[in-house]
């Protein structure tokens, strides 16, 4: 089972469809954020399906009203989404609105520093929200593995923990592995790489020799 997520947080489709292909052998999924889709269209999601045969997740971190939430997410799942990230802290009713559309990650911490300022204290109350709604997954820091711990023991289910933070941010893959992620996310660690086929190979190598 592959469990690398490549995070494609470039602006130019060229470069990242040039990635994509490169990296696909070793990845799970494709996340895009908003710097490709605004930098490439929509159509970017469609395109990087089509060029990896894998799930795409789309990073939104949707935050607003039911109504507004629902209408990102209908247009976002029609483009080829497989799933799409979104924050809790709006509450179920913003969440469940992109739930009724398709597959869910909801953000229970983030990977940066300024996470701990507002985040961090609600985490108890977005993991109730996972532990009802049973989305797909929730994000969790690698930058943090005590959290990603802490978070796993609170999590019910077959609730997935997708954690950002691993290579440039400083988070270790085997190390978050350890404290319970189900799933690794690297960005600039492979993408601003020489050589991304061989950054992904790396960290997928070390994927699996945490798992094993």
């Known amino acids: 089972m592959r469990r690398l997520i490549l995070a494609l947080d470039v602006y130019e489709k060229g470069t990242?469809?040039?990635?994509?292909?490169?990296?696909?052998?070793?990845?799970?999924?494709v996340k895009v954020n908003w710097?490709?889709?605004?930098?490439?269209?929509?159509g970017i999601i469609r395109e990087l399906k089509e060029e990896t045969a894998l799930p795409i997740i789309a990073d939104l971190k949707l935050a607003d009203i039911p109504n507004t939430n629902g209408l990102i997410a209908r247009k976002v799942f029609s483009?080829?989404?497989?799933?799409?990230?979104?924050?809790?802290?709006?509450?179920?009713?913003?969440?469940?609105?992109?739930?009724?559309?398709?597959?869910?990650?909801?953000?229970?911490?983030?990977?940066?520093?300024g996470a701990r300022?507002?985040?961090q204290p609600l985490t108890d109350k977005l993991v109730e929200l996972a532990n009802e709604l049973e989305p797909f997954g929730i994000v969790a820091p690698a930058t943090r593995p005590e959290r990603v711990s802490y978070i796993r023991k609170k999590l019910k289910g077959d609730i997935k923990i997708l954690t950002p933070g691993v290579g440039a941010q400083g988070g270790s893959a085997r190390g978050v592995l350890e404290a319970g992620a189900d799933y690794i996310i690297v960005g600039r660690s492979i993408y601003a790489s020489e050589n991304p086929r061989e950054s992904a190979r790396r960290f997928h190598e070390e994927i699996e020799g945490g798992v094993r």
């Open 117 to 119: 300022e507002f985040i």
């Open 35 to 42: 710097p490709l889709i605004l930098g490439s269209g929509l």
């Open 79 to 113: 483009a080829g989404a497989d799933y799409i990230i979104a924050h809790g802290f709006t509450g179920r009713d913003s969440v469940k609105a992109v739930m009724d559309l398709g597959e869910v990650i909801i953000v229970t911490e983030m990977s940066h520093p």
């Open 16 to 29: 990242a469809l040039r990635v994509a292909r490169e990296t696909a052998d070793y990845l799970w999924a």
